[in-house]
């Protein structure tokens, strides 16, 4: 979304152009390259969903709800939602703050910092876990302090919570950035001038028109959180019904053969994480009439 | 971009707008950034670098650590490849064509980035796995393995990766001026030959930022790969599994050299797409 939400509202002012320039064959060209398109998604994109929506109902539905309302199954998606809500809330407050100061300050590093931030796309969750477990694991930096204070971070919720953060650091922040970007300052220095105070400009001027960024940052974030493996893994150890989140649980009845369980399983997650940001877009649409997607 | 740099003079110009005023924001913007991002980073690096830079290319060219090394770069780059053709090739048919189905074509281009990418991975095996329909076909008749072989590597990067070459590409050929090319079809140039020499210079900036994430992007992915590729050591383990592998043998020396070798070639890709994106625009909207 780094790459999408600062490139996408694309300028048009001509409006729509007739499409095709050269007639000679051109009625060919235009079937061949739609139809290679529609091929290549339909075998890369679709062909696996509709495989994993056949593939849990494989045993029926009675099968589904069944291995759906295992213990280890509804632990697991209660500890997932509960550390995306953690996740949700801290980046809601600092990843606006960020957006903030990199779209209204300039200080020195302001262009690294605003290059470092996408870095938690290209990193390998599995060294953001190991990251993690060299500051907070047994033998880690802060394994002392740790030890001292009674704390319980690496194999533990504050761990995975963690890591969780690391990996959807980018989303509040450039979700809202473009929009504070757009909006500009005129309306909040009018507010100013009429003599309403800083908090109050924000909550009433700068808030209610960074709303659609904010929300879809909120939501990116949630359906990214839910569906975090590989840091949650390493640093949390997937203990069964203690720190084994969805993926985790998904992962573990694989390697058990518990097909109808995983893929149900997967089928929940993948429905919701869609759900969310189908559901959040169309909400968008609806409201600005504006076609952009993420 | 020309919006804030003006908003920030004229910000510093007005009394202070916020209750905690500048300050106390941006202290608590970038503590937010170091504690969360930057402590971490310098922690892998100290690790990796303890033992000197020796140690660390002893650690990651021992064979089992260099194929997977090798496997991760080689499928990402292949990845990336294919995904600048399909993307450039999807981006094309939804701005300049016309058809119905066009607008559900350009919602799903966005699905694998809201799809865990543990359950593409468990997509692809329940459709391609030596054991599914489409799979075991492909295996008896053709006799091609895709799940817990390469072809399945390469599979799950491509669909993770699908969005970012046609997000990149899209707004630019939309706001691409035709009559270059118009002009060159009047002076008697054949369709490819326009599509060649006039627009894709002007697109290869989106087409390479694109490309290029997902490259690195694919370079440190786990999930989805972690369930298709089957994770044989030389033949099929990439750079992030060796690295979960070393973390679980608890071979700490193995763990932190990877892991340094995959963070600085991200660190250096997201770099250079953020520098090639900054150049991007003022040549964009002709």
Known sequence: MTALSEQTRPADPAGPRPADLAPSGSFWRRGLLIGLVIAYVAVLILGPIAGLIAGAFSEGFAAVILA????????AFRLTVFIALITVAVHAVFGTALAWVLVRYRFRGDRLLNGLIDLPFAVSPVVVGYMLLLLFGRTGILAPVLEALQLRVAFALPGMVLATLFVTLPFMAREVMPVLEA?????????ATLGASGWKTFWLVTFPALRWGFIYGIILTFARALGEFGAVLVIGGGVQGRTETVTLFIFRALDERQYVAAYSAALVLGAISLALVIGTELLRRKERGAPRLF | MTTPLRGAV????????LPWGRWWIQSAALTYVALLLLIPLAVIFADGLKDGLVALWQSVSMPIAWAALRLSLWTSALMAAINA???????????????????LLNGIVDLPLAIPTLVTGVMLVVLYGPQALVGGWLEDQLGWRIIFARPGIVL????????????????????????????????????????????????????????LLSFARAIGE?????????????????????????VESANRQGASAMSMVMLSLAFLLVLFVDWLRRRAPKERLA
């Open chain 1, 183 to 191: 909006f500009g300052i005129e309306q909040e220095q009018a507010a």
């Open chain 1, 68 to 75: 759906l309302s295992q213990p280890d199954v509804i632990a």
């Open chain 2, 85 to 103: 053709v399909m993307g450039t090739m999807t981006a094309y048919v939804l701005v300049r064509y016309r058809f119905p189905g066009k607008s």
């Open chain 2, 10 to 17: 004229l910000i510093q110009d007005t009394p202070r707008r």
């Open chain 2, 222 to 246: 786990f999930g989805a790969i972690v369930i298709v590729s089957g994770n044989i050591p030389l033949r099929t383990q990439t750079a992030a599994i060796y690295v979960l592998g070393e």
């Open chain 2, 156 to 211: 799950a990067l491509l669909f993770i990766n699908f969005p970012f070459v046609v997000r990149a590409v899209q707004p630019v050929l939309q706001g691409l001026n035709r009559e270059s090319e118009e002009a060159a079809a009047t002076l008697g140039a054949g369709p490819f030959t326009i599509f060649r020499r006039v627009t894709l210079p002007a697109l290869w900036l989106p087409i390479a930022s694109g490309a």
